[in-house]
């Protein structure tokens, strides 16, 4: 089934959260056991598979966590389609083959006119962990702009990553009791502000382009710079808030200010007219 992504049923990111208005996911479509290839016969009788509505929850909540929400609005990002892979079409083992063997997690057609993710696990019995869902998207994301492995395209996931775990980094949203950063299960990348973002985004990038026999070094100063201009931004957008939360404090206290002044002002003049006609009083006695 397909849905239009504006829908945001189950909130999980909670009510304020959801989609840019521009630069969004248009359209989310998960596979329906019909469409799970030449073999869906055979191994969905012998396993018993998410529903497609939790895959459906899935995708939206990928669509609005407010991590890529971040990231799809500051790259100015639109891509028509976020739809499941389906994850025993024979199709996606040539796509194996195309990528050197590996595991196929997901795919960008035409840069980023539909976006693929394997939501599922192998045997089908679960999803895959959220957190890495989520990197796989923005993996994908990535390849709007360079389609192969090279060190431009680990340059723009390096950042695009940094990105997207500062937006949970500083977060104040709190759903149930838990952070968003708890929700996308990246609490450990974030627990020490930047400096733990930009380690583990640098491990992970290692863990990554040594499969493509490059190194991240290179890379490095680029995605440092990142992290700088993103601490610089939101110390800047802290003050600011700070500044205009004093401001109409301030303007709250000389409002209340220039009322007492009014009422004293009043009593002053209630207690001139009192003592004056007590003057007359004590002029007409005499």
């Known amino acids: 089934p397909t849905i239009n992504s504006s829908s945001n049923n189950d909130l999980f990111w909670g009510s304020q959260t959801a989609q840019d208005k521009h630069y969004k996911f248009c359209k989310l479509e998960a596979c329906t056991w019909q469409s799970f290839g030449d073999r869906a016969t055979i191994i969905i009788s012998q396993t018993t598979t998410p529903h497609v509505f939790e895959a459906m929850s899935l995708l939206e909540r990928l669509a609005t966590d407010p991590g890529i929400v971040a990231v799809m609005k500051e790259r100015e990002l639109v891509v028509n389609y976020l739809g499941e892979m389906d994850p025993i079409d024979d199709r996606i083992m040539q796509k194996n083959e195309a990528h050197g063997g590996g595991c196929l997690l997901g795919y960008n057609t035409n840069r980023g006119l539909r ?49 997207y775990l500062h937006q949970h980094s500083i977060s104040t949203h709190i759903v149930n009791g838990k952070t968003t950063a708890q929700l996308a299960g990246v609490t450990q990348y974030c627990q020490d502000g930047m400096k733990s973002i930009y380690s583990s985004t640098m491990a ?40 205009n939360s004093n401001k109409n404090r301030g303007n709250t206290t000389y409002g209340q200010q220039q009322q007492r002044t009014r009422r004293e002002l009043m009593l002053e003049a209630a207690e001139v007219r009192a003592r004056k006609r007590e003057d007359e009083d004590e002029i007409e006695k005499l």
């Open 115 to 163: 976006i693929d993710l394997k939501l599922r696990s192998d045997d089908l019995q679960t999803f895959r962990p959220y957190a890495q869902l989520a990197a796989t998207l923005i993996h994908e994301l990535s390849h709007n702009w360079v389609s192969e492995h090279d060190h431009l395209f680990w340059t723009n996931y390096g950042q695009m990553r940094v990105e």
């Open 204 to 243: 992970e990038l290692r863990r990554e382009m040594m499969q493509h026999g490059l190194s991240p070094d290179p890379i490095a100063p680029v995605v440092q710079a990142r992290c700088n201009e993103l601490v610089t931004l939101h110390f800047k957008t802290t003050q600011q808030q700070k500044i």
